[in-house]
């Protein structure tokens, strides 16, 4: 029987508290792909919780695409680049306490570039004049809000570009966004940080005024050419 570095765990959520053991020793290598858990007796056992909770804290992580249960073979590790799914960058996040793999950083930054070019392209056609105006109050909150008040920036900046999203008239852009969020606010809120009290926010805001101007003018083109610029100007001043 395979040898994991498991102890009882004590805590006020056990479901949560396995949930988070058991990823970390997926997300670390030592639980690798193909191997099988112990019998859920045995591992509940040596977890120190009941077998109801640790069942439900496996099925977790089967929905997240880094375990496979098969009936009556047991419990197998997955290749999560094969299987898993959205929820797994925010296991990742936490995994690494904030500190992501070059490799995921550039795969996610990446990835917003693309889905966010083409929501303000889609947006810039299909937006009605209630969800325009939505944006522009948004903008005025975000010029009114104190510029080290990190949290309120960040959440104003999501609600900015999930309402673009759901602009956009795809419904899908909207829950991808939604199922990005930790990671997205993660990495916004790490720009804000780094430039507290500058004017690198401020053209921030620029940027968002000047996106939503061109969705008014319904100019697509236009508007997901300033989206592209928008994300490259935060990306590189978080790379700084």
Known sequence: MMTLPLGPLHVASLKEACIN?????????????????????????????????????????????????????????????????????SSLLSYHNGELAPQLVDSLLSMRILIETETARLASTNASQEQINGLREIIKSEFATNRRDLALLTELDFE?????????????????????????????????????????????????????????????????????ALLIHGEKHLRT
């Open 21 to 89: 053991r058991l990823e970390e020793l997926i997300l670390s290598g030592e639980l690798k792909k193909g191997d099988h858990l112990p019998s859920e007796r045995d591992l509940a056992a040596r977890l120190g919780v009941s077998r109801p909770v640790l069942h439900e804290a496996i099925v977790d992580l089967a929905a997240k695409g880094l375990v496979t249960i098969i009936p009556r073979r047991g419990v197998v590790i997955n290749d999560f680049r094969k299987s898993g799914s959205f929820a797994i960058l």
């Open 160 to 228: 900015f570009h999930l309402l673009i999203s759901i602009a956009s008239e795809n419904l899908v852009y909207p829950l991808i966004l939604n199922s990005f969020k930790s990671v997205y606010t993660h990495f916004t809120s790490a720009f804000f940080v780094k430039t507290a009290g500058s004017s690198l926010i401020d053209e921030v805001f620029g940027f968002h005024k000047k996106l939503v101007d061109a969705f008014e003018e319904r100019q697509c083109e236009k508007s997901a050419e300033i989206m592209r």
